[in-house]
DNA sequence: ATTTTTCTGTTGCAAAAACAACAAAATAAA
DNA sequence: TTTATTTTGTTGTTTTTGCAACAGAAAAAT
């Protein structure tokens, strides 16, 4: 990760000395803020963990991105609405901190340490979010279940340095995550099982090829 | 768009300013940069258009990304490196700006104005970036390809603002820019025709739908 | 201007994925 | 600790997608 930055710091040491930075609470399975036109919000996951979901037409669910401590989100990186609904859903009781893009540009004030600090090192924090999104696409283009399944568990292998791993979703989730039908998925699991590709305890998976 | 910035105008001004910057020419089909390990590179297109491609180890071919003039494109966007082979590849001539991530940082020169411009509005090129992805990542997402490729005419409607738009692709490309089948793809086209709720002459394509 | 190559459009068939529906297990809530 | 809810695991059937192969059109190269 390029991001030396250290953000546990940096909420604690200024996110009081600005007043147009809010920090929100959120109880799990909570909506903590729609996409609905293009705004100018940006938000900062201080604790927790919450989903970018859509719900189209026919009730389907997807999701669209998965988001932990840290991470930063915001209508601010979509440009276009679609017709469809995009929420950020809590998964777990989350803390939030919202602020506002142009705000970092248009000099809050001379001496406000939190803008002055955050324009400096949005870069990078941006910069994490582009790598994420493309690994995302790199899955999301491949072929087949089974190839996403490994290109997601190969993913995690690599990060947990490591060929065991704990999936930080529920199995609902990956298949939502990674846009295939959950018993679908289910199946190839199986068969990477009977096939002795992967090991699988409940949510600990290793990795037995190569 | 958010960004405001004109980049046409900046690489003129600058680009000639700082030696740790780049420009080459590339001829049509030809390998720009691979992306190998986690390098420091990153480019603008200065003129052209070339795509970022997947080879896997089957030899299916995946578009991941489509760069046109003005874009920014490097390594430095990838974290992890897959098994895969990725290619920038030009599918025109092209011009390409190269230079190093870290020096917009490590403040090149006391008075080097290339950096100091790039370094201001880095965020709003990488902002446009994450957008960029994000509508990638909508449309990848979605469950059959005729829902991709509606979601897709409806994009490029949308930033037409016109119901008759041009695609930016040939159909081959399309098929591995949605990540489906090509052959699948054009037998849901020619539904979409039958049924009424396209329109289509050659790279032409009309919603007729809502 | 003619040849070569790439792109488009089509189809039958095979394979994969989605859909649907259900029981058992695990987790959360009362 | 009992009840309710969500998650996991499974399977038969239908639908969609991918594969393969080919001919004609268009574009590029010679």
């Known amino acids: 990760m390029y991001v030396s930055f250290d953000i546990e710091q940096f909420i604690q040491d200024f996110s009081q000395s600005c007043k147009k930075v809010q920090i929100k609470s959120f109880n799990k399975n909570v909506v903590i803020t729609s996409y609905i036109q293009k705004r100018d919000q940006l938000c900062i996951l201080i604790s927790g963990s919450a989903d970018l979901v859509r719900y189209d037409l026919n009730g389907n669910r997807t999701i669209i991105d998965h988001f932990s401590k840290h991470d930063i989100f915001g209508e601010v990186f979509y440009d276009i609405t679609t017709n469809n609904e995009l929420l950020v859903e809590s998964k777990e009781n989350c ?7 142009n705000d970092i540009h248009n000099k809050c004030k001379p001496n406000c340490k939190f803008h002055e600090k955050l324009s400096e090192h949005l870069p990078e924090l941006i910069l994490d979010k582009v790598t994420t999104l493309n690994m ?5 283009t491949k072929r087949s279940t089974r190839d996403k399944l490994l290109g997601y568990f190969n993913l995690l292998s690599t990060k947990a340095l490591n060929k065991t791993f ?7 989730d990956l298949a939502d995550y990674l846009s295939v039908d959950r018993s679908a998925m289910m199946r190839e699991i199986k068969l990477l099982k009977n096939e002795n590709i992967i090991k699988k305890e409940g949510k600990k998976i290793t990795l037995l090829s190569n």
Chains 1, 2 share one sequence.
């Open 166 to 172: 704990t999936l930080p979703f529920s199995l609902t």
């Open 95 to 101: 803390e939030v901190l919202f602020f506002s893009y």
């Open 136 to 140: 995302r696409i790199e899955l999301l």
